[in-house]
């Protein structure tokens, strides 16, 4: 089976990442993602640490948080649709987000000190969690939940958009605020993202040891995306939950 018939796992990716041919002997291995990927870790870590200290000295970090992000959104588009370019791109992708944490987490640092490190504790355990109900196949990947993740995503991340760009125009809306709707969603988000990962792991599993090498940077671009939402979206849910309470 030609790998381009088979659709992604990830919404992150396009199908047509594995339309190319490669002619290089060289496959995607589990073990390069995992360097790769802690690597990126690693990055994000340190970018973080020192926008928490910039801060911790009175620099405003909301444009290191907004700067961030939008640049992973460009280099996010750009790594669609030229997939060859991934090797130099995912690493300027890292640092984008080690930015966009980096303020984000800060505020939450400065109200909160202890927060993002439960957050953390919280993202690395659910990881490991739906890793184990993957490998013991606990948790199936179905076709029919396969199509129920991806839907349930992209539909939570439309609605974040469509909140986002109602906000320049004086619009609020109630995602961002700490009611019983904004806390649901908020789980649901939560929940959604850490499904997200047992699709990671299927898709890695279906095509390590036979697409091409690069493709690691591609499958390491989709694990940061994955493993970064859900973190998120738990220290958000943790805010509102503190605040709240």
């Known amino acids: 089976m030609r790998l381009s018939n088979y659709k992604t796992n990830n919404p ?28 990126c870790i690693l990055v994000i870590a340190a970018i973080t640490a020192y926008i928490w200290k910039l801060n911790e000295g009175g620099m405003p970090v909301k444009w290191f948080t907004l700067g961030g992000m939008l640049a992973a959104i460009v280099i996010s588009v750009i790594i669609s649709v030229r997939q060859n370019w991934a090797p130099f791109l995912v690493p300027l992708y890292t640092i984008a987000k080690g930015i966009f944490l980096g303020g984000f987490s800060a505020y939450a640092h400065k109200h909160f000190p202890e927060m993002p490190f439960q957050a953390i504790g919280v993202t690395i355990v659910t990881f490991f969690v739906m890793l184990i109900f993957y490998q013991t196949r606990v948790i199936v ?6 199509s129920v993740i991806i839907t349930a995503t992209v539909s939570i991340i439309v609605v974040y958009l469509i909140s986002w760009v109602l906000s320049f125009f004086g619009i609020k809306s109630y995602l961002w605020g700490t009611s019983w709707f904004a806390i649901v969603f908020n789980c649901i988000a939560a929940i959604v993202a850490s499904f ?3 699709l990671d792991f299927d898709y890695i599993e279906r095509y390590k040891n036979k697409a091409p090498k690069y493709k690691e940077w591609l499958a390491t671009w989709g694990l940061l995306a994955t493993l970064i939402w859900l973190y998120v979206e738990i220290l958000r849910l943790m805010q509102k939950l503190a605040i709240r309470f």
Not at 141 to 146: C, N, P, Q
């Open 12 to 39: 992150v990716f396009s199908g047509y990442f594995w339309e190319e041919q490669n002619d290089s002997n060289k496959k995607m291995t589990v073990t390069g993602i995992i360097v790769k990927s802690l690597l």
């Open 141 to 146: 990947i179905t076709k029919k939940l396969r």
């Open 196 to 198: 997200a990962l047992l």
